[in-house]
């Protein structure tokens, strides 16, 4: 196993509502980091095709048009598109953690797919219970995603989706299995609006998120890419979020990568930058943090607390 990796979290727009564009976009972002030697590359939560914000801030009526766009442009996970993309993963030699709204059959569900330096899948999550008004769009996850940790060359890789990380026992789970390297996969996010306008949650800010991200650094011990959306203000009409009172543009980016301990290793970017923030990291450095908090380890006490876990996916159908 390689000791010093070079990792990137990716930072920018999706191509909104258009499948073929993401492809593109994906594609490129891909290259680049192939170019510029990344070894791991994690995309925010459903990166294909963009996060539809508008969910949160109009009603279901008025955004049925939206919506039936959206899923006419999400992705199956057997497709040409995705095809594309691991060819691209293929050539540049990147592990990804590709975030998407994948559609299977006539549902939906948030999903990420780790795919190797040859191009294959070898890991198939989708999140666990979407959040709140999420769930008007996107089904659950079964217990087959709750292993969301896979070997590669470069460490034992992770990922998570959005509030997956405000789950206790889904984080806990993860680090029973072995997370060196994880990607924190996250819609945009955006400040908290002023108070005498409108009541909005601290939770639900870019800051609140952000924290979310370094605390299972923290607590796991592992080195977290956080990889954010960006919106910009032309693309407001489009995704029904004109005078929504809470998104900003450009905005929405709030990509860091954290240390094992915890301590940001780049310098913030602007919330509306694009790009691939990117880090250099040794796996060897996570036995600092390990030596004073290892969870599931040294630091816990199984005779007295321990997790139950199901990993038998439930099926709408049995044959007899």
């Known amino acids: 196993m390689i000791q010093t990796v070079r990792v990137g979290a990716v930072q920018a727009e999706p191509a909104w509502l258009d499948l073929q564009g993401g492809v593109e976009k994906t594609i490129a972002l891909i290259q680049q980091a192939g170019k510029d030697g990344v070894n791991v590359l994690g995309f925010p939560e459903v990166w294909l095709t963009g996060y539809p914000w508008a969910i949160w801030t109009k009603s279901v009526i ?30 540049a ?46 089904g659950d ?9 896979v070997d590669t060359p470069f460490g034992k890789v992770g990922g998570l989706n959005c509030w997956e990380h405000l789950q206790p026992l889904l984080r806990y789970y993860e680090y029973c299995q072995g997370v060196q390297i994880h990607v924190a996969a996250w819609p945009p996010m955006f400040p908290l609006p002023d108070p005498k306008k409108l009541k909005w949650p601290y939770h639900e800010t870019d800051v609140a998120n952000q924290l979310c991200s370094q605390f299972l650094a923290i607590e796991g011990q592992a080195f977290v890419l956080v990889a954010t959306q960006v919106l910009t203000e032309g693309n407001l009409e489009k995704l029904n979020l004109v005078g929504s009172g809470v998104c900003e543009a450009p905005g929405g980016g709030f990509t860091m990568i954290y240390g094992p301990d915890g301590q940001p290793l780049c310098a913030p970017w602007p919330p509306g930058k694009e790009g691939i923030m990117q880090a250099e990291i040794n796996l060897k450095d996570i036995d600092y943090a390990k030596g004073m908090i290892d969870t599931v380890g040294h630091y816990s006490r199984p005779d007295l607390l321990s997790l139950r876990v199901n990993l038998t996916a439930a099926k709408p159908f049995h044959h007899m």
Do not use: C
């Open 93 to 138: 030699k990147v592990f990804v953690v590709l975030g998407y709204s994948e559609r299977d059959g006539a549902s939906l569900y948030i999903a990420q797919s780790f795919i190797d330096t040859e191009g294959e899948i070898v890991l198939h999550r989708r999140k666990i219970k979407p959040t709140h008004v999420e769930r008007s769009i996107w």
């Open 62 to 91: 008025e955004n049925t048009e939206l919506i039936h766009e959206y899923m006419a442009n999400s992705m199956a996970r057997v497709s040409p598109e995705m095809d594309r993309i691991r060819a691209a993963v293929k050539e």
């Open 141 to 149: 996850g079964q217990a087959d995603s709750l292993t969301s940790v």
